[in-house]
């Protein structure tokens, strides 16, 4: 397992190596890594030293794994790459290292010099060059061999990869007959001396399979185009292959959406794929998103496997619905819209005429009566919807005037209303006016008053407020004590009123019209509200009160008589 950050072709996978295993492993510096164990070399590599590449040089230090495998599927492949520390000083000659992977079985043509076993590792170019050391490097099939950058983790001086990219393995492939058994063998070994290791990088070994693709989603009602699920295998058949879909998921195949297929589905000698198309079914119903899951299996003779599955998203109709009627009234041009539908985007024109253009519910202000339109839509869907409404602006008005802003209780006031533009208009609150319909009529505040003239026009209000302050008196009589008539003379009499609460009244103001200070007793003030007074002769006291448009007068009147006897008589009386 190469650590995160690194660059080396094969995450996982396995090492062979004519040396340690763990001197291929870290930093690439100038160590040579070189380890000579005197044991046995590979004879099958012996062959290709001997033979194919003309040298008498016989391999040691040899070091083989063998797989077997069982092919279910036409096709197997695996992944590798060639590294060693003979790059780049020792590449020419005839006692470079030697490495390869090779295939055994059913259909396979055996290189005679090797049989049972044929050669996998060579490169993907016209000549099918063997992978070696003295065939790839610097000098010859340049594009293939790269030396270490330094960040892959391994300590060979280069290796062999893809030619495009280093980070990319090669891949040794070959079509099988299914439902037989491979063995895989891959061998490395030195030549000469012993010395600068070379090792074979190998992943697991995989069956090329058939796939299964299709959209992404499919959207009610808004085709693409691209509504086909195609299975396709790796190569031409070779010979008949069967293939069956299993369909799971929320949706429902024949209610939700349309797909027809065999079963099962069978690709013929030489095609390579076959596509369905799948269809969403507009129902008009509001439903929410579902899932279609599809599961490819294939059966090349040897039994069903799992190779692929699918997923696809079943999206409903998009749709959009400005939640008002045709025309809605907007009073004063004011009025708020919600758009419902689902989509992801929304955007209202014009533009000027809401707070937020983008939003779904937006507050529309505008001076004149106009329509307006909106466009909803998911990002990556192609299927736009739009909705319009008319906006009618609707601004009742008038004018509402009274003839006295301040009065007494029980007193009138006179309400005129003008100018009136709408369908109909009321004064408010109704109770005390005369006719509350009436452009110009009485009213009787009881207390202080805010009347509002209202005027109404397709649901639409004009408020305006006329103000009026209605002032009261408490009661003010003036009581004596003593309570009696007439008085003595030299009497003093108690002047009072009905006890009220003074801050009711707060701009109540008193006064006596004769204020004598002879008769008040300690001189008090003509304000004062309760005194008390010294009788001498008869008198009559004036007082009057006022507060804010209340005025009232109360008057007292004292007789006095002299209490001094008087006889008019005799002297003797009989």
């Avoid at 590979?42 to 391999?59: A, C, H, K, Q, W």
Wanted: glycine share 6%; aromatic share 8%.
């Amino acid at each position: 397992n190469t650590l995160p950050g690194s660059t080396f072709p094969i995450r996982k996978g396995v090492l062979l190596t004519n040396g340690k295993a763990l001197d291929g492993i870290g930093t690439n510096d100038s160590i040579v890594r070189s380890t000579i164990w005197g044991s046995p070399g590979v004879p099958m590599l012996d062959s290709l030293s001997l033979i194919e590449y003309g040298t008498s040089e016989r391999t040691m230090d040899g070091c083989e794994l063998e797989v077997t495998v069982f092919a279910q599927t036409d096709e197997l492949f695996m992944d590798y790459v060639l590294a060693s520390e003979e790059y780049q000083e020792r590449v020419t000659g005839d006692k470079n290292d030697l490495a390869g992977v090779f295939i055994s079985g059913e259909m396979i043509a055996p290189d005679p010099n090797i049989a049972p076993f044929n050669q996998l590792s060579t490169l993907p170019d016209p000549q099918n060059t063997p992978v070696q050391i003295f065939t790839v490097n610097q000098q010859n099939k340049y594009s293939y061999y790269h030396p270490n950058p330094g960040n892959m983790e391994i300590a060979y001086d280069g290796l062999v990869t893809d030619s495009l990219n280093y980070r990319m393995p090669l891949t040794a492939r070959t079509m099988v007959k299914p439902c037989n058994t491979y063995t895989f063998r891959m061998s490395v070994a030195d030549r000469d001396t012993g010395d600068y290791d070379t090792g074979l990088f190998f992943s697991d070994i995989r069956a090329a399979l058939p796939s299964i693709t299709g959209p992404s989603q499919i959207i009610e009602n808004c085709p693409t185009g691209n509504e086909f699920v195609v299975v396709q295998a790796n190569k031409p058949a070779m010979d008949t292959i069967k293939f069956y879909i299993t369909l799971s998921g929320s949706a429902e195949a024949g209610v939700d959406y349309i797909f027809d297929i065999p079963t099962p589905i069978i690709l013929a000698p030489g095609e390579q794929q076959k596509s369905f198309p799948i269809e969403a079914i507009v129902d008009g119903d509001i439903e929410p998103t579902e899932q279609i899951s599809m599961t490819l299996s294939v059966d090349y003779g040897c039994g069903q496997i799992e190779v692929g599955s699918l997923e696809i998203t079943l999206i409903d109709e998009p749709y959009v619905e400005i939640q008002a009627p045709d025309t809605v009234i907007a009073c004063f041009g004011e009025v708020e819209l919600f758009a419902s539908g689902n989509t992801q985007e929304y955007r209202w024109q014009p533009q000027d005429a809401v707070d937020d253009f983008r939003a779904q519910n937006v507050n529309v202000s505008v001076d004149q009566s106009q329509w307006l339109t909106v466009r909803a839509f998911t990002p990556g869907i192609p299927c736009e919807r739009f909705d319009s409404v008319y906006v009618l602006v609707v601004s009742p008005s008038g004018e509402a005037t009274i003839d006295r802003n301040q009065v007494c209780l029980g007193d009138l006031v006179t309400l005129t209303a003008s100018n009136i533009n709408g369908d109909n208009f009321r004064w408010e609150p109704s109770g005390s006016v005369a006719d509350p319909n009436a452009l110009v009529t009485d009213a009787l505040p009881g207390r202080s008053t805010t009347y509002q003239l209202i005027v109404e026009e397709e649901g639409c209000e004009f408020v305006q407020d006329v103000f009026v302050q209605v002032d009261s008196l408490p009661d003010l009589e003036i009581l004596t004590e003593p309570d009696q008539s007439p008085y003595c003379k030299g009497d003093i009499i108690e002047l009072s009123t009905e006890p009220f609460i003074r801050t009711n009244y707060p701009g109540l103001q008193t006064n006596w019209e004769n204020y004598d200070p002879a008769i008040f007793v300690g001189d008090p003030g003509p304000g004062v509200l309760n005194p008390s007074i010294l009788i001498n002769e008869p008198v009559t006291l004036v007082r009057t009160a006022l507060n804010g448009a209340c005025r009232d007068t109360q008057q007292l009147v004292i007789d006095v008589i002299d209490p001094v006897l008087t006889l008019n008589a005799t002297d003797t009386l009989i």
